[in-house]
């Protein structure tokens, strides 16, 4: 029997998180400690990158990563405007300019054809995002930040288990920057990572996230740092979450692989491809509406009379934002000269932006409800 709405977000927590927080409470030790230390150590493990920092959310990730790399106001920072707002966000904190630049049709990641072409003497760094869950072309990206000396950073917010031939992202880039925010493939309620193979690197991000400290801790600042530091609340639920991964992965990969088999059935929708050897962590599974009659706001409507959540993610891209509008108002722009965001367009992303929604693809779903959304794509677009 199904009855419940079939969420898009269902937040996989069970005994086992919910005893080591116990823990954690009975230790009184509230801060950063023995479990965000565990937790790091598993993150490492099943990544496979040297270095895995734990800091308060993505953002923050994003903005350590990008102040430990050196980038400095007014560089060029190259990336995609199809993506969550934190990723241009944090370019703009360190004064440096968003350069955005199309994405692939088929995969919605940066294009790196499209990247190359737009490269100038202010390009400092390449920032594509694996959207979704897909990676990125990293090995483009890692040939290409390597003929030109810049850097490479991978937003992999949404790509806890996503794969290019078996590596995991977050080693292809310099540095790399995970979310643990609730809706997360792997969680802490809110939550960052920031990961790299670089060990200078490593020991910097560690000292921003602490005030500027060295690692010996106390009250010797060396540099000018934040407070991104995380609770061992957060480290425990993480920590507990890291054993279930594999198996929260292999569900969310089942009920994906499910909908791609009925959706090649059916004409004028699609979704993401998968190129060779990349694997997709299906953090979120859209639906491509480029070609079809029926589109998202409808779509969606009808999901929900039919018990299935669904939504459309990112209709307004990273450009097209408000923020992005009045980027006048940003304090780096009285000295830092920002383009006219209003005269960028990249026409693909504008194409699918408008012209993509979400389809619950959670662990939890059972395999009633997994038919029930697959029956509904068959109604609503069949
Ligand atoms: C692509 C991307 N980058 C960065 C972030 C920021 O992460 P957080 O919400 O943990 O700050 C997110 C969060 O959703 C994201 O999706």
Same mark, same amino acid.
């Not at 230790?27 to 790091?40: A, M, N, P």
């Given at each position: 029997?199904?009855?419940?709405i079939?969420?898009f977000?269902?937040?996989?927590?069970?005994?086992?998180? &919910?005893?080591e927080v116990?823990?954690?409470?009975?230790?009184?030790?509230l801060i950063e400690?023995?479990?965000?230390?565990e937790?790091?150590?598993?993150?490492q493990?099943?990544t496979?990158?040297k270095?895995?920092?734990?800091?308060?959310?993505?953002?923050?990730a994003l903005h350590?990563?990008?102040?430990?790399?050196?980038?400095q106001?007014?560089?060029?920072?190259?990336?995609?405007?199809f993506?969550? &707002?934190?990723?241009?966000?944090?370019i703009l904190?360190?004064?440096?300019?968003?350069k955005?630049?199309?994405?692939?049709?088929?995969t919605w990641n940066?294009d790196p054809?499209?990247?190359?072409?737009n490269i100038t003497?202010?390009?400092?760094?390449?920032?594509?995002v694996?959207?979704?869950?897909l990676?990125?072309?990293m090995k483009a990206f890692?040939?290409?930040a390597d003929d030109?000396?810049? &850097?490479?950073?991978?937003?992999?917010?949404q790509?806890?288990?996503a794969r290019?031939?078996?590596?995991?992202?977050?080693n292809?880039g310099?540095?790399?920057?995970f979310?643990?925010?609730a809706?997360k493939n792997l969680?802490?309620g809110?939550?960052?990572v920031v990961t790299t193979n670089?060990e200078?690197?490593a020991?910097?991000v560690?000292?921003?996230?602490?005030?500027?400290?060295t690692?010996?801790?106390g009250?010797?600042h060396?540099?000018v740092?934040?407070?991104?530091?995380?609770t061992?609340l957060?480290?425990?639920i993480?920590?507990?979450?890291?054993?279930?991964?594999p198996?929260?992965?292999?569900?969310?990969?089942a009920?994906?692989?499910?909908?791609?088999k009925?959706?090649?059935?059916?004409?004028g929708?699609?979704?993401?491809?998968?190129?060779?050897?990349f694997?997709h962590?299906d953090y979120?599974f859209?639906?491509?509406?480029r070609?079809?009659k029926?589109k998202p706001?409808?779509?969606?409507?009808?999901?929900?009379?039919n018990g299935?959540?669904?939504?459309?993610i990112?209709?307004?891209l990273s450009y097209?934002?408000?923020?992005f509008?009045n980027i006048h108002e940003?304090?780096?722009?009285?000295c830092v000269?920002?383009?006219d965001?209003?005269?960028?367009?990249?026409p693909?992303?504008?194409?699918?932006?408008?012209?993509?929604?979400?389809?619950?693809?959670?662990?939890s779903l059972?395999?009633?409800?997994r038919?029930?959304?697959?029956?509904?794509?068959q109604?609503?677009?069949?």
């Amino acid at each position: 029997m199904v009855n419940r709405i079939i969420p898009f977000v269902d937040v996989s927590l069970s005994n086992e998180e &919910i005893e080591e927080v116990h823990k954690v409470l009975e230790s009184k030790r509230l801060i950063e400690g023995v479990y965000s230390k565990e937790f790091e150590r598993k993150f490492q493990e099943y990544t496979g990158v040297k270095h895995a920092i734990t800091c308060a959310n993505g953002t923050a990730a994003l903005h350590l990563a990008l102040e430990a790399v050196g980038l400095q106001p007014g560089d060029e920072v190259i990336t995609t405007p199809f993506t969550f &707002i934190a990723t241009s966000n944090s370019i703009l904190f360190v004064g440096a300019i968003p350069k955005f630049v199309d994405v692939d049709p088929k995969t919605w990641n940066l294009d790196p054809e499209q990247v190359e072409m737009n490269i100038t003497e202010k390009t400092k760094a390449i920032m594509p995002v694996h959207i979704f869950g897909l990676p990125a072309d990293m090995k483009a990206f890692r040939d290409m930040a390597d003929d030109k000396d810049l &850097i490479l950073i991978e937003d992999a917010a949404q790509a806890h288990g996503a794969r290019i031939d078996g590596v995991h992202a977050g080693n292809f880039g310099d540095i790399a920057t995970f979310s643990l925010y609730a809706t997360k493939n792997l969680i802490s309620g809110e939550g960052g990572v920031v990961t790299t193979n670089n060990e200078e690197l490593a020991e910097k991000v560690e000292s921003l996230k602490n005030h500027g400290r060295t690692l010996e801790g106390g009250y010797k600042h060396v540099r000018v740092g934040f407070n991104y530091r995380m609770t061992d609340l957060q480290g425990a639920i993480a920590s507990a979450q890291m054993d279930k991964l594999p198996e929260l992965l292999e569900r969310r990969s089942a009920n994906a692989q499910y909908y791609r088999k009925i959706i090649d059935e059916i004409e004028g929708i699609d979704y993401q491809h998968i190129p060779n050897g990349f694997t997709h962590a299906d953090y979120i599974f859209a639906i491509d509406t480029r070609e079809a009659k029926v589109k998202p706001n409808e779509a969606v409507q009808q999901f929900k009379d039919n018990g299935v959540m669904a939504r459309p993610i990112y209709s307004t891209l990273s450009y097209q934002q408000e923020n992005f509008k009045n980027i006048h108002e940003w304090r780096w722009s009285k000295c830092v000269p920002y383009p006219d965001y209003t005269k960028v367009h990249c026409p693909i992303s504008e194409a699918i932006g408008p012209n993509h929604f979400e389809i619950p693809v959670v662990p939890s779903l059972s395999i009633e409800e997994r038919e029930k959304v697959a029956e509904t794509i068959q109604k609503v677009f069949g």
